[in-house]
């Protein structure tokens, strides 16, 4: 079945950049998605990518998607501590009603001052 | 909009008792889910419906688990009997037809349910 991989784990340097690497299955996914988890929180959208785009970027973040590799990456430049929290890869699945999403384990993003 | 409502946002009970989640989903949406977060098995998709209609439950554990979708701005999720093993963190997320055109789900604040 379908299946989103990711490490659980990143510890950056304040200012450097982050860079989060999540591998998917499904060929046939029209978005990707790298959602946001605040501590305490719920998970909230950060960014998403559609499956014909090979680059997005919006200021500090750059999504990157090999479609040939199925592997989706999000680089966040310039990392701030306000950037710790955990970062899910989901992968669209089906059409209309049966729409949902395949979801990776997370990444945890520890910043070290 | 005041966004996906969850209550209670805590529930401590005892190994046995009876649990009910509520979602209050954005009006207008209509697809609303339920996951469960656990550190061992991360995020996993319960239940959603469409439409107040159960569309994919195959995510729900057990029979102890039931919801129900009885009107476009509420949803339910029942324990009984509740498991230590159901201790978890649980969230309601709702989708709007339309509303994006990358179908984002919105997420509640979760109920963080622990079973003594």
């Known amino acids: 079945g379908e299946d989103v991989e990711q490490s659980l784990f990143l510890s950056v340097r304040e200012g450097d950049s982050s860079v989060i690497n999540c591998t998917y299955t499904?060929?046939?996914?029209?978005?990707l998605y790298w959602y946001k988890q605040e501590p305490g929180a719920g998970l909230q959208l950060l960014t998403y990518?559609?499956?014909n785009m090979d680059m997005k970027q919006d200021q500090r973040l750059t999504v990157l998607l090999n479609k040939k590799d199925k592997h989706l990456s999000l680089r966040i430049a310039d990392t701030q501590t306000g950037d710790s929290a955990i970062y899910f890869c989901?992968?669209?699945?089906?059409?209309?009603?049966?729409?949902?999403?395949?979801w990776g384990a997370g990444t945890k993003l520890i910043i070290k001052p | 909009d005041a966004g996906v409502i969850q209550s209670p946002r805590h529930e401590v009970t005892e190994m046995g008792q009876e649990v009910t989640l509520r979602c209050k989903p954005i009006?207008?949406?209509?697809?609303l889910f339920w996951y469960r977060q656990t550190m061992m098995r991360g995020l996993e998709l319960l239940i959603y419906?469409?439409?107040?209609?159960?569309?994919?439950d195959s995510g729900m554990p057990e029979d102890r688990f039931s919801a129900k979708m009885p009107n476009a701005s509420f949803s339910t999720l029942k324990i009984q009997p509740s498991e230590p093993r159901d201790s978890a963190v649980y969230f309601c997320?709702?989708?709007?037809?339309?509303?994006?055109?990358?179908?984002?789900?919105?997420f509640g604040p979760g109920t963080r349910l622990t079973v003594l």
């Open positions: 997320a709702s989708r709007g037809a339309g509303v994006s055109s990358y179908n984002e789900q919105f």
């Open positions: 009006s207008g949406h209509n697809s």
């Open positions: 419906f469409n439409n107040n209609v159960p569309i994919d």
């Open positions: 499904d060929s046939s996914s029209t978005y």
């Open positions: 990518i559609f499956s």
């Open positions: 989901a992968e669209s699945i089906g059409w209309d009603s049966n729409y949902q999403l395949i």
